[in-house]
């Protein structure tokens, strides 16, 4: 199937830990984007990379890492865990030229 | 600050009759608006856009509709079935360079479609 695929689905874990979270696309977009979908239903962009390299950081705490390895893949390893970073975390991305951009699963992640 | 609002939580439309989805944006440098369907446990799925350019987009039963001059754009479906029951998310983009493009969404609203 040609699509957005993360995992995790689902993430459960205590205040402190490290945790990562992967997206894989095979479209063959150049964009790939991290979102976050809070408690108050917000989705809000984290981050965007082009190509591999970093074009977006929308003043997420650097507790937050965002790694490429290539541009199929965009993964978001996350540090010392809080309560308030649970929520649910969607990778997207998009081809160029285009506004559309095409959503994974999302990966609920629950910090306890 | 939210760019991207709607202000409707939850609407509920009989099956068959119009359901009318509404958004008002403040960022007038937005030039391209889409809708995104979401069911639950599922990632956002697109539905149908528009460019600032356009006041109008149709698609089978959806069609979007733009005010620029109110800031507002507007989703109907008609007519509305059962399998339209989902979470519908505006979004608004401006611009695309490279990579720099991003969406702000609003906040959703529950669309229930009753037989």
């Known amino acids: 199937d040609t699509a957005v695929s993360q995992t995790p689905k689902y993430l459960v874990t205590q205040m402190g830990n490290d945790k990562s979270i992967k997206c894989e696309q095979n479209l063959g977009h150049d964009t790939m984007y991290w979102y976050k979908q809070d408690s108050k239903k917000f989705l809000k962009i984290m981050f965007s990379?082009?190509?591999?390299?970093?074009?977006i950081n929308e003043t997420v705490p650097n507790r937050f890492s965002p790694k490429s390895p290539d541009k199929a893949h965009l993964n978001l390893h996350i540090n010392s865990l809080e309560l308030g970073d649970s929520a649910v975390y969607f990778c997207?991305?998009?081809?160029?030229?285009?506004?559309?951009?095409?959503f994974g699963p999302g990966t609920r992640l629950t910090v306890t | 600050d939210q760019q991207v609002k709607q202000n409707s939580p939850s609407l509920s439309v009989q099956e068959g009759r119009i359901s009318i989805l509404n958004c008002d944006y403040t960022?007038?440098?937005?030039?391209?608006f889409l809708w995104y369907k979401k069911y639950p446990a599922e990632g956002p799925t697109f539905l149908i856009s528009?460019?600032?350019?356009?006041d109008k987009n149709e698609d089978g039963r959806f069609t979007v509709f733009l005010n620029k001059s109110a800031k507002h754009l507007s989703l109907h479906i008609v007519p509305s079935q059962p399998g339209d029951s989902a979470v519908y998310f505006c979004a608004a983009s401006r611009g695309i360079i490279q990579g720099a493009q991003k969406l702000v969404f609003g906040q959703g609203t529950r669309l229930t479609i009753n037989p």
């Open positions: 528009i460019s600032s350019i356009k």
């Open positions: 997207a991305s998009r081809p160029a030229g285009s506004y559309e951009q095409y």
């Open positions: 990379y082009n190509n591999k390299e970093l074009i």
């Open positions: 960022n007038s440098m937005f030039d391209y």
